[in-house]
């Protein structure tokens, strides 16, 4: 088995009281899901997460809601070969002006967070959106 890490945000913005997420839609796989991707050579986690955010939505990071990442695990087959990936992920406050920037990404919006689980894809990521939901009521 091949294994593989990638890292990511959780963009977050609140509006009228209300914490809302910015999802995107990838071309490879064509599904919903937080922005991602794999470390250039010397970059950190964080680096990498902050840089995919930028490449991927053009969203800026106001702060950090948290210092420690979300962790999901999965597995899936590529050219039959089994893949075990990790993703971390940095819960993030964002500006609210997002554009996609990527020709990896088909499409983005803004959702409540309580409703992201409902047009993400994979199962692994709508647990992370409930660990975040989670999280933000004990802000």
Do not use: C
Not at 3 to 26: A, C, D, M, R
Not at 55 to 65: A, G, Q, Y
Not at 116 to 129: F, R
């Amino acid at each position: 088995m091949n294994y593989e890490e990638s890292f990511g945000t959780i963009p977050l913005n609140k509006q009228n009281g209300i914490w809302q997420t910015y999802l995107v839609k990838n071309k490879s796989g064509n599904h919903w899901g937080f922005p991602k991707g794999h470390a250039n050579l010397s970059e950190t986690q964080k680096e990498t997460a902050l840089r995919e955010l930028k490449e991927e939505t053009n969203l800026s990071v106001l702060k950090f809601l948290s210092e420690e990442p979300l962790v999901e695990q999965y597995s899936f087959k590529r050219d039959s070969n089994l893949i075990a990936k990790k993703v971390y992920y940095y819960l993030v406050e964002v500006s609210f002006a997002a554009k996609i920037t990527s020709d990896e990404i088909l499409d983005g919006k803004w959702v409540e967070i309580s409703k992201a689980k409902d047009l993400i894809t994979y199962d692994a990521s709508k647990e992370i959106a409930n660990q975040v939901e989670i999280f933000l009521e004990k802000l």
